[in-house]
């Protein structure tokens, strides 16, 4: 959540105080003006959500249930997925289960990140972005 706050009070803030100022040195680009601070503000969102599935895959990892019934295969995975915010970048851990085998009795791997969020392993875009794209598509044939 560090991430979040320093990122938050060093370039945030500094950044719509600048598309504010250029505002005032070309007060008729308005919608110029709303761009860039739309940009800033999605900008901070998948910051926010970045971190926050950051924040979440730690808080798996340190889990004394998870140490008991998952071992650490292998941390600092990346997926890209597509929000209505744009791109955000997870990263994550790939853990091999203790006790649980497949069907050819190797042990389970998964991301645990995944599991909880209710992510499918090849999904690339979130379920607001499908809803949109549902919507618009629903605009067009109406």
């Excluded at 008991?68 to 890209?80: A, C, M, P, Q, Y």
């Excluded at 499918?120 to 949109?132: I, R």
């Amino acid at each position: 959540m560090e991430n979040i706050i320093r990122y938050f009070m060093d370039d945030y803030i500094r950044n719509l105080f600048d598309t504010k100022l250029g505002l005032y040195k070309d007060t008729t680009d308005l919608a110029g003006f709303v761009l860039k601070v739309q940009e800033e503000v999605q900008e901070l969102g998948r910051r926010f959500i970045q971190d926050s599935l950051q924040e979440m895959n730690q808080i798996i990892k340190d889990m004394p249930d998870r140490k008991k019934n998952w071992l650490v295969e292998h941390k600092g995975d990346s997926k890209k997925i597509l929000t209505s915010l744009g791109e955000v970048v997870i990263r994550k851990t790939l853990y091999t289960s203790r006790t649980e085998t497949d069907e050819n009795g190797r042990y389970i791997e998964c991301y645990l990140l995944d599991k909880v969020l209710g992510l499918l392993p090849n999904q690339s875009m979130t379920e607001d972005v499908l809803a949109n794209i549902y919507m618009e598509a629903h605009r067009w044939l109406i």
